[in-house]
């Protein structure tokens, strides 16, 4: 009878304790993954609650445009004069096994999957090609807004780092709520612009990336890394994929950084 993480130094293979031992010491390390598992949820619960509590809001203020009724979906500008044909082009094409490189109706004829209003590229819009077009539309838009208040949250909590603890942080909060749900990002939802919409939800993590990266001296990290410039808050969406990739990057070579450091 051997204990669940006790070491058996009396090795007898005649009777199969070699087996026991392995199982014991496999179980060691899943107690200690376990831990760390749990470890981790404890320094990230925070996140947790503040997530939790903007998703509850976003709900609460999208209400039942995110389950639209059949020939029903949420008002926007934009969505109704061209996005959402953009949207219904591209799936109809695919669906029959076309991958619209080119769009013949516009202009005598354009690129499509190049234009940045399509924004093809850009994983979340791929929610509209396994989502009903009139549900995709809220969902997207709201999913960003949990985005950009969860970013401001984490930026605030970087900028006064020195006298916060890793509890949550309502000032931070507050923060993400006036972030989220501020006059832009509704004004954008009734214009319809989704991509401005999206790529404003990542400034606020790429600023806190790179604030919590100045705190490290990571030389080369530092020196490549930059603030982006911020998307510009006009009505042109063609700023929302390269935005979007400069986020990216940005957080990246943040990551190396930590990476480096640590």
Known sequence: NVAVGEYVTDVDISCGTRSVAIYTVSNRGDTRRMRKKISGMKRHRDFIIA????????????GPSLWPAPGMMIYGDDIHRAYYFFREFFNN????????????????GEPFVANP?????????????????????????????????????????????KNVSRSFYLP????GIVYGLSGFFMARTYAGHVDVIAAASWLPWVVGMFWKLMEYSVGPARRVSHVPSSPRHRQSSNITFPSNVHAVRSMFVSWLGFARSA
């Open 51 to 62: 997530t939790a509590g903007y998703i509850g809001l976003v709900v609460l203020v999208f």
């Open 93 to 108: 094409w695919t669906t029959q096994g076309v991958f619209p490189w080119w769009n013949p109706y516009i202009n005598g």
């Open 117 to 161: 209003i399509a924004n093809i590229w850009y994983p979340p819009t791929w929610l509209f090609v396994f989502f009903p077009l009139n549900a995709a539309y809220s969902w997207h838009m709201a999913l960003h807004i949990v985005w950009a208040s969860l970013g401001m949250y984490f930026f605030i909590k970087q900028w006064m780092r």
């Open 172 to 175: 931070a909060f507050t923060s």
